[in-house]
């Protein structure tokens, strides 16, 4: 699985103008990532491991913007490189 720090690195390597939760900026092209629903796996009563949902939400009025298209490449690559493990 990936944390939150891996996944934050990916996105500010495609979007250095990255924010958590909420835009605080300028311009009209920007990017968001929301954590929500913590969960925690469970193991014969014993918790295994926390989840954490996570939302990245892509905002433009530029029609050749491909950040996300950008987004869905490296998130697809990260996933195979932890299914590969």
């Known amino acids: 699985m990936m944390?939150?720090?891996?996944?934050k690195a990916i996105l500010l390597e495609l979007d250095p103008h990255l924010k958590k939760y909420f835009w605080n900026g300028s311009g009209e092209d920007y990017t968001?990532?929301?954590p929500h629903h913590p969960s925690?796996?469970?193991?014969?009563?014993?918790?295994?491991?926390?989840?954490?949902?996570v939302t990245v939400d892509r905002y433009t009025?530029?029609?050749?913007?491909?950040?996300h298209l950008r987004l869905i490449d490296a998130w697809s690559?990260?996933?195979s490189q932890w299914t590969n493990r």
């Not at 009025?61 to 950040?67: I, Q, R, Y």
């Open 3 to 7: 944390n939150q720090e891996e996944l």
């Open 32 to 34: 968001i990532w929301t």
């Open 40 to 53: 925690t796996s469970m193991s014969d009563n014993l918790p295994e491991d926390r989840l954490i949902k």
């Open 61 to 67: 009025k530029n029609e050749s913007d491909d950040l």
């Open 77 to 79: 690559r990260s996933m």
